[in-house]
């Protein structure tokens, strides 16, 4: 495609609901990315996909997330049993090559609201 | 957590000023680059400096960076209403790219 694509691009969602969340990055891309970004704050790293491997998945705040690109190419993010504090704008960005010596391609994110 | 941290928090010039945006990070880097994000919208990316360059150029941006300071800023030039935006710095090392909190940039026309 031409550009990153997110869905949705709203969720609301009660507290303790399993959410998943869709990247569809520009076609070709090798590195895949996603963030958390809290109102008025600066994009969190979350985790990163080289193809469908997942280098770094350091920046997961618990074991309720989990990212997955089985293919190299669409990513999925799930959150289990939402909690309030996941409410946050995700942002997902690709980049062309292996590596992050390069610029990367964000999407317009998925706003998360837990309830 | 966050490496970079971005001075000021906030800034509001009039149009055709020039802004200036610093940013200050811990650790080494391989490069450093600077996105704008419109409100709601999702970060563009403005421009990137790798670790052994100390200036450069796009268009009315100009970016230079200290690595003994571990330090970067960021000019633009003859401000207009359209660079009404938030603005980070993000510094790149293997597999991640980390975020600073932003500086928020009103140009008034």
């Known amino acids: 495609g031409a550009g990153v694509s997110q869905s949705p691009r709203y969720k609301v969602a009660k507290r303790g609901q399993d959410v998943a969340l869709r990247c569809d990055p520009i076609?070709?891309?090798?590195?895949l990315f996603w963030y958390q970004q809290a109102l008025g704050q600066g994009p969190e790293f979350l985790t990163y996909?080289?193809?469908?491997?997942?280098?770094?998945k350091s920046g997961l705040p618990s074991d309720r997330f989990f990212a997955e690109r089985p293919e190299g190419s669409v990513s999925t993010l799930k959150i289990q049993r939402t909690q309030q504090e996941d409410s946050a704008v995700y942002l997902c960005a690709s980049s062309l090559a292996g590596q992050t010596n390069e610029k990367l391609f964000f999407g317009s994110g998925t706003q998360l609201s837990v309830l | 957590s966050q490496q970079g941290e971005e001075d000021p928090q906030a800034l509001s010039i009039q149009e055709g000023e020039n802004a200036t945006m610093n940013c200050s990070y811990k650790t080494s880097i391989n490069n450093l680059q600077w996105y704008r994000q419109n409100s709601g919208r999702g970060l563009v990316h403005l421009i990137l400096i790798r670790s052994n360059e100390r200036e450069k150029h796009s268009g009315r941006l100009r970016v230079t960076l200290d690595t003994s300071k571990k330090s970067s800023s960021l000019l633009i030039t003859a401000s207009r209403a359209a660079d009404t935006a938030s603005y980070f710095c993000?510094?790149?090392?293997?597999?991640?790219?980390?975020f600073g909190k932003g500086t928020k940039l009103s140009v008034i026309p």
């Open positions: 996909f080289q193809n469908e491997a997942q280098l770094d």
């Open positions: 993000a510094t790149a090392r293997p597999h991640q790219l980390t």
């Open positions: 076609s070709g891309h090798v590195s």
